[in-house]
């Protein structure tokens, strides 16, 4: 009676090793997708392939998948982005009606000259 028991705690601890192994190789993947990582695909088919490396990649999809954040994206600055100028600012219609003379201008310079018209008088003289 004490070998059935015995096994049955055998078959018991290897299954939950067995799952146990497949359930940490997955934390990485689980931490990026929290994270919105954009190669949170990658990171995910990398734990897959850490489990035939024994886990030797798996330190490093961790700190792969820890890197991103989607408030600050790959950068530690915390100070937040600039906003954009909206688009009814003056100084920005000012702008851009400078760069459309500017491109004007460019373009005008850039035509090629039209050619001189001949008047009768400079035309060269048949003799004949």
Sequence with gaps: ????????MLVFVGIVLFYGVIAIHDI???IA??????QQDAIHVAGW??????HAIWPFLWIWATL???DRG????TTTPTVAPAL???????????????????????????????????LPRQEG
């Design 88 to 122: 009814d600012d003056p100084r920005l219609q000012a702008l851009e009606q400078e760069v459309g003379e500017l491109k004007a201008r460019l373009a005008a310079l850039e035509a090629p000259p039209a050619p001189p018209l001949e008047t009768p008088a400079e």
């Design 28 to 30: 990485p993947y689980e």
């Design 33 to 38: 997708v929290h994270r919105k990582h954009p």
């Design 49 to 54: 392939i850490s489990l035939f490396t024994l």
């Design 68 to 70: 991103y954040r989607e």
């Design 1 to 8: 009676m004490l070998d059935y028991v015995a096994l049955g």
């Design 74 to 77: 790959w950068g530690f600055a």
